[in-house]
């Protein structure tokens, strides 16, 4: 299936995108682009490890506290030398990433749909 074809409904509905809650960032020097590595609470989820090429808008301390909505289901990834456990999403404007997050706070692990 081509990018540019439609999504079907169950395709959608098989994404998993929920909200989290940053409890650390610190940069990831091993990683290939300047980024975070980021560990986020997804409430009875648990907590998933990820990397983010966010350095560019945002600080570490900025992050922590802040919830964000992650791409929970799909495989593990080998970043260098972590393994990604989760997806955080954003809206691209070419490298700099501005990260999605819910408008009010919600509770960690609240699907998105």
Known sequence: MSKDQPLS?????????????????????????????LVIDFGELGERKTSAQITDKYSPEELVGRQVVAV????????????S?????????GKLITLLRPDEVVANGTRVG
């Not at 409904?9 to 590595?37: H, I, L, Q």
């Not at 929970?72 to 393994?83: D, E, G, R, T």
């Not at 456990?85 to 404007?93: D, I, K, P, T």
């Open 9 to 37: 409904w169950a395709e959608f509905e098989r994404v998993e995108m929920r909200v989290g809650t940053v409890v650390s960032a610190e940069p990831f020097p091993e990683a290939r682009n300047p980024s975070y590595r």
């Open 72 to 83: 929970v289901n799909f495989p593990p990834k080998q970043i260098a030398s972590m393994m």
């Open 85 to 93: 456990e989760c997806l955080v999403l954003g809206g691209m404007e």
